[in-house]
């Protein structure tokens, strides 16, 4: 079974700066995915950016980087110049081989970016 | 939430109604699951499909019912509502492979 953790349950950023979300996951399966997703006060919920187990490069997408760390299991979320847009939960996820493509969330991080 | 639709956007029900929350993907995607949301928590799978005819228990699957109609359609019933199954429900298709999930929008549902 997978699971992921969230130990930051609401933090503040100031505006322009840098923040970093924590996620730590915990599986047996050699062959996983990582993902974060934002909910904003709206609801959905947007898809930001993946990273898979085998993959050697920490994944990128824009603002949001992807610090992942195989040894300490740790997959955080980096976004850098934080906009007010930004605030809104955050929840990482993962997949596994043994799991099908079945997500389990972590409990999310509420971001709020501070003008 | 590109070419993922649920219906309705929100509902109320009496203790002991039943319904049925609808899904549709235009993605010609195999995978298809439903999840929920309770205040303050991450999404938690309730039951999956993996493909057309098929589909799967997942973590919280008690008191719901599924029904793969056919690749696009993935519909979730609750036969006797309780209000512990007050929360927002999200349906969802695979993306490729490893990759995204794409999300409906959701369903708020209140049970009283």
């Known amino acids: 079974a997978q699971k992921i953790t969230q130990t930051q349950p609401g933090m503040f950023v100031q505006e322009k700066e840098a923040v970093t979300l924590d996620c730590t996951y915990d599986t047996s399966d050699p062959s996983y995915g990582l993902f974060w997703y934002k909910q904003p006060s709206s609801g959905e919920m947007i898809f930001l950016i993946y990273?898979?187990?085998?993959?050697?490069q920490n994944a990128t997408e824009g603002r949001y980087s992807l610090n992942f760390q195989k040894a300490r299991k740790s997959a955080n979320l980096v976004i850098s110049a934080s906009q007010l847009g930004d605030s809104a939960m955050y929840f990482c996820?993962?997949?596994?081989?043994?799991?099908?493509?079945?997500?389990?969330f972590g409990g999310g991080t509420r971001l709020m970016v501070k003008p | 939430n590109a070419g993922v639709t649920q219906t309705p956007k929100f509902q109320v029900l009496k203790t002991g109604q039943s319904m049925t929350l609808q899904c549709a993907q235009d993605?010609?995607?195999?995978?298809m699951y439903w999840y929920r949301q309770d205040p303050g928590m991450g999404l938690r799978l309730i039951y999956y499909?993996?493909?057309?005819?098929?589909?799967d228990k997942g973590e919280v699957p008690n008191g719901y019912n599924v029904s793969r109609l056919n690749k696009r359609e993935f519909s979730l019933r609750l036969e006797s509502a309780a209000p512990s199954q007050t929360s927002v429900y999200f349906c969802a298709a695979e993306g490729r492979g490893f990759y995204e999930q794409y999300f409906g929008p959701g369903t708020r549902l209140t049970v009283t």
């Open positions: 499909s993996a493909s057309e005819g098929t589909t």
């Open positions: 990273q898979g187990s085998y993959d050697q």
């Open positions: 996820a993962m997949t596994a081989n043994n799991a099908g493509n079945m997500l389990t």
């Open positions: 993605m010609n995607h195999n995978s």
